[in-house]
């Protein structure tokens, strides 16, 4: 899913909205992972991010579907086995675990991945919120 940076922000949470909806109802996940907020530099980002994760968070709510959360530092351990590792490192394990011939153009695909191939080494020590 992706919405053009021009759109209005109100419609490109409603998008979000209605294609999370979908996704569920299509493929009915037995639960979420979704990744800790992280603020780097830029709080106008940062923000919109984290309107963008509630809406995410509040259709796995509606749904009824576990929700867990990762920091950043997890999801770089679970890949790689370090927690500091670089984008690079990240994108390269996905491609391995996932044994996909090419790593995806957008990097927010291969971060959910990442987040996935983490709930799965740590889901039975998570708790959902």
């Not at 959910?112 to 709930?119: P, Q, T």
């Amino acid at each position: 899913m992706e919405t053009k940076a021009k759109t209005p922000f109100p419609y490109r949470l409603s998008k979000i909205y209605d294609d999370i909806n979908s996704i569920i109802n299509e493929y009915n996940p037995e639960a979420m992972s979704i990744e800790e907020l992280f603020f780097n530099n830029n709080i106008k980002t940062g923000i919109n991010v984290a309107q963008a994760r509630g809406i995410v968070l509040l259709c796995g709510y509606q749904h009824q579907i576990p929700i867990f959360e990762y920091t950043p530092l997890q999801v770089k351990q679970a890949v790689v086995g370090y927690g500091r590792a670089e984008k690079k490192q990240v994108q390269k394990m996905v491609q391995s675990i996932l044994k996909v011939d090419k790593i995806p153009k957008l990097d927010d695909i291969t971060d959910s991945m990442a987040i996935a191939i983490c709930h799965a080494h740590s889901s039975k020590f998570s708790e959902a919120l």
